[in-house]
């Protein structure tokens, strides 16, 4: 009979063997689970019972030791590598020899690069259907926005990329970095907090999500679902530089236009300085003229309306040889309206004389 | 009064006059709008230095 503890006072101790078979035991409870990770020091060797492997997680690197026994792995006919995604089926158990904590595989599925694609088409449809990628949904992005926010992997060279493309455009923009984890399981949640944070600094009026180019993987966290809703619900207009021209990370369906390269996104986001003030400084030019032009219209206008006043003016008539006979200041018309005897005043072109009606007709 | 803002509405003062239709006091007063206008955005442009910020991130809970 095994010694499983001995009391030494009020202190009870256990052997190192009852203490194993005890965790063990309470290990024995736990349900069993699918867990995710990268296969890593596969060890399979005809003389041993088992296969041996570690599963990593490719996020922040944490290990799980696993194991499966060598014939259900052998009958599985996977032919695993070492770097490879796999879900395993199984539960935790402890070596209670070694008091090493172990996962026992019961069974191995590869986790590809289609199971990926297929995940995130799947994500891609559902967030379709809920209208998220609608075209009317997204904004015109501001011509000359105070304040641009960049948000963007502690890696140097997309920040620096971005930044060069947006201050070299545009030498006078400011720009507010974010910076964050864009790589592993933590960087979509980090991205939606950093996210937040730039929307709620002042006088924002653009913000560009940008990423360097990298992996299939790499880009994952720019398809998480809720890093791809936060993008959509941006309360300020959000350009996605992720990745490079073949990457369509859900974020670039999401964001109110996409940039395929760091020097596309400046070209949305800041205006060229130099059109700017070309721009500026012609319609200076055309302000300064157009008093001007404004006053020689008018000018224009008065010549004209003075030229047919001239031409309509009864001395244009008298010029050609008429003349305008009045009698007391009154035009005579008619023959009947004065009388013989009667004096008259008669207007010519040039002068004019008095003179006596001699006979009316 | 932002840059976009009044370069719109100095192009749209310079149409105006352009156009011809204003009389002349309007005119005058359009163009004295218009040349405060071309300083506010002089202003924007020259003043607007260049700057670069980073932003302090909250702690991920």
């Given at each position: 009979m095994k010694v499983e503890a001995e009391q030494y006072g009020d202190r009870t101790v256990y052997t190192v063997s009852a203490f194993n078979r005890g965790v063990a035991a309470w290990l024995a409870r736990l349900p069993t689970v699918w867990v995710e990770g990268e296969v890593t020091e596969l060890r399979r060797q005809q003389r041993w019972q088992s296969v041996f492997f570690t599963l990593k997680d490719?996020?922040?690197?944490a290990c799980l030791p696993a194991s499966m026994p060598r014939g259900q792995f052998d009958a599985l006919r996977l032919d695993l590598r070492n770097g490879e995604r796999v879900h395993v089926y199984g539960r935790p158990e402890l070596f209670e020899a070694r008091g090493e904590l172990r996962f026992r595989a019961l069974s191995i599925e590869r986790f590809g690069l289609g199971d990926h694609l297929a995940a995130l088409e799947r994500l891609k449809q559902k967030l379709g259907a809920e209208g998220l990628?609608?075209?009317?949904r997204k904004r015109r992005l501001p011509r000359f926005p105070r304040r641009v926010g960049l948000l963007t992997g502690n890696d140097a060279a997309a920040k620096r990329d971005v930044l060069t493309a947006i201050t070299t455009r545009f030498p006078s923009a400011r720009v507010v970095v974010a910076e964050t984890y864009?790589?592993?399981?933590?960087a979509a949640p980090a991205l939606v907090t950093a996210l937040e944070d730039l929307c709620r600094?002042?006088?924002?009026?653009v913000i560009v999500l940008a990423r360097g180019g990298g992996s299939f993987e790499d880009l994952l966290p720019f398809s998480d679902e809720r890093l791809v809703r936060a993008v959509a619900s941006c309360p300020v207009p959000i350009v996605s530089a992720v990745g490079h021209e073949q990457d369509t990370p859900l974020t670039d369906l999401a964001a109110d236009a996409r940039a395929s390269t760091p020097s596309v996104a400046a070209r949305l986001v800041v205006p060229d300085a130099d059109e700017v003030r070309e721009r500026l400084t012609q319609t200076r030019r055309r302000l300064q003229r157009a008093p001007l032009h404004l006053l020689e219209r008018k000018r224009a206008r008065l010549d004209g309306a003075y030229g047919r006043l001239r031409a309509l003016s009864p001395r244009a008539t008298l010029e050609r040889g008429y003349a305008i006979v009045r009698d007391g200041g009154r035009i005579v018309?008619?023959?009947?309206e004065v009388a013989t005897g009667e004096r008259v005043e008669v207007e010519l072109g040039q002068g004019g004389f008095s003179a006596t009606v001699e006979e009316t007709r | 009064m932002t840059f976009e803002e009044a370069q719109k509405e100095l192009e749209q003062i310079v149409q105006q006059l352009e156009s011809g239709q204003a009389n002349l006091d309007d005119a005058i007063k359009l163009w004295e709008r218009g040349e405060e206008l071309h300083r506010l955005c002089l202003e924007q442009l020259d003043s607007a230095q260049g700057k670069i910020e980073v932003l302090k991130p909250t702690e991920p809970a």
């Amino acid at each position: 009979m095994k010694v499983e503890a001995e009391q030494y006072g009020d202190r009870t101790v256990y052997t190192v063997s009852a203490f194993n078979r005890g965790v063990a035991a309470w290990l024995a409870r736990l349900p069993t689970v699918w867990v995710e990770g990268e296969v890593t020091e596969l060890r399979r060797q005809q003389r041993w019972q088992s296969v041996f492997f570690t599963l990593k997680d490719p996020g922040d690197g944490a290990c799980l030791p696993a194991s499966m026994p060598r014939g259900q792995f052998d009958a599985l006919r996977l032919d695993l590598r070492n770097g490879e995604r796999v879900h395993v089926y199984g539960r935790p158990e402890l070596f209670e020899a070694r008091g090493e904590l172990r996962f026992r595989a019961l069974s191995i599925e590869r986790f590809g690069l289609g199971d990926h694609l297929a995940a995130l088409e799947r994500l891609k449809q559902k967030l379709g259907a809920e209208g998220l990628f609608a075209p009317d949904r997204k904004r015109r992005l501001p011509r000359f926005p105070r304040r641009v926010g960049l948000l963007t992997g502690n890696d140097a060279a997309a920040k620096r990329d971005v930044l060069t493309a947006i201050t070299t455009r545009f030498p006078s923009a400011r720009v507010v970095v974010a910076e964050t984890y864009v790589q592993g399981p933590r960087a979509a949640p980090a991205l939606v907090t950093a996210l937040e944070d730039l929307c709620r600094a002042e006088e924002i009026d653009v913000i560009v999500l940008a990423r360097g180019g990298g992996s299939f993987e790499d880009l994952l966290p720019f398809s998480d679902e809720r890093l791809v809703r936060a993008v959509a619900s941006c309360p300020v207009p959000i350009v996605s530089a992720v990745g490079h021209e073949q990457d369509t990370p859900l974020t670039d369906l999401a964001a109110d236009a996409r940039a395929s390269t760091p020097s596309v996104a400046a070209r949305l986001v800041v205006p060229d300085a130099d059109e700017v003030r070309e721009r500026l400084t012609q319609t200076r030019r055309r302000l300064q003229r157009a008093p001007l032009h404004l006053l020689e219209r008018k000018r224009a206008r008065l010549d004209g309306a003075y030229g047919r006043l001239r031409a309509l003016s009864p001395r244009a008539t008298l010029e050609r040889g008429y003349a305008i006979v009045r009698d007391g200041g009154r035009i005579v018309r008619e023959a009947t309206e004065v009388a013989t005897g009667e004096r008259v005043e008669v207007e010519l072109g040039q002068g004019g004389f008095s003179a006596t009606v001699e006979e009316t007709r | 009064m932002t840059f976009e803002e009044a370069q719109k509405e100095l192009e749209q003062i310079v149409q105006q006059l352009e156009s011809g239709q204003a009389n002349l006091d309007d005119a005058i007063k359009l163009w004295e709008r218009g040349e405060e206008l071309h300083r506010l955005c002089l202003e924007q442009l020259d003043s607007a230095q260049g700057k670069i910020e980073v932003l302090k991130p909250t702690e991920p809970a």
